[in-house]
């Protein structure tokens, strides 16, 4: 059932008013208020589908009580319709929609304009309503959907933290851009320039690895349980030799390959 709010500072005008709302939409509920400030306390309790709202009234006028509710976050979704008993020139009608009302209707009230103004803001209103309640519920599922990533970024990085292959993100220069800590224990940190991961593999293996890596460019091809040595420098110089596959991945719009190194 629509609810309608009425507010108006002379009773004879609500009395008139919520008789004909209730004679052209007979489904309805009129609710009526005698000021501006009891109006908006209402709108605030009622949460009704459409408010008429009097212009011309003492203390606070209707431009007054138009511009509080279309501020407030509780009430700036309702449709307002303003009445006046007064001629609505352009510059009125501009004045209230600049404030926010939506519909303009002059006293006296014709019957079939009230009806059609009214069911045009319940339509406006219902439609809000579907809109705010598609909004909700795609925010919820966007929502899980981010703590479902959270989620699995969490388990990924306990994965590639905790296991004993060494897993590197590469460049097409080959130049590491990122490296796990099994990586980074046995290499130490990897430096940020092109090229680099070629200096690290065995001489004697460097032939195919470049051949491995450029079929993988040009050709697309994959590169799957590659042998080959890497060489750990320092003050115990020695060689590891590893399986690795690469895969290639789309990180924030940047091309990487993905490469996991098992020592065997």
Not at 121 to 142: C, H, P, T, Y
Not at 152 to 178: M, N, P, Q, Y
Not at 230 to 252: F, M, Q, T, W, Y
Request: aromatic letters at 4%; glycine letters at 6%.
């Amino acid at each position: 059932m629509p609810k309608i709010l009425v507010i108006d500072d002379r009773r004879d005008n609500l009395l008139a008013i919520e008789a004909l709302l209730e004679h052209l939409i007979p489904d309805c509920e009129v609710v009526t208020s005698q000021s501006g400030i009891d109006g908006l306390e209402k709108a605030q309790e009622i949460q009704p589908d459409t408010i008429l709202l009097d212009i011309q009234m003492p203390i606070m006028n209707g431009y007054e009580v138009c511009k509080r509710l279309k501020s407030d976050n509780h009430t700036k979704h309702i449709p307002v319709i303003m009445v006046t008993a007064i001629e609505t020139d352009t510059q009125s009608r501009i004045k209230g929609l600049e404030i926010g009302g939506d519909a303009f209707i002059a006293k006296p009230i014709d019957e079939e304009e009230l009806a059609a103004q009214v069911n045009v803001m319940l339509r406006i209103k219902q439609s809000q309503g579907q809109l705010r309640k598609e909004k909700e519920n795609l925010e919820a599922r966007e929502q899980l959907k981010t703590k479902a990533l959270q989620e699995s970024e969490e388990k990924f990085r306990l994965l590639v933290e905790g296991t004993h292959d060494l897993i590197t993100l590469i460049d097409s220069t080959a130049k590491i851009c990122w490296a796990n800590p099994e990586w980074e224990k046995i290499f130490g940190p990897a430096t940020n320039e092109p090229g680099y991961l070629f200096s690290m593999i065995d001489p004697q293996d460097l032939g195919k690895i470049r051949s491995a890596w450029e079929g993988m460019l040009n050709e697309n091809r994959q590169i799957r349980n590659l042998e080959y040595r890497l060489l750990v420098k320092g003050d115990n110089p020695r060689s590891i030799e590893v399986e690795a596959a690469v895969h290639k991945v789309d990180l924030d719009g940047d091309q990487l390959y993905y490469v996991i190194a098992h020592d065997i």
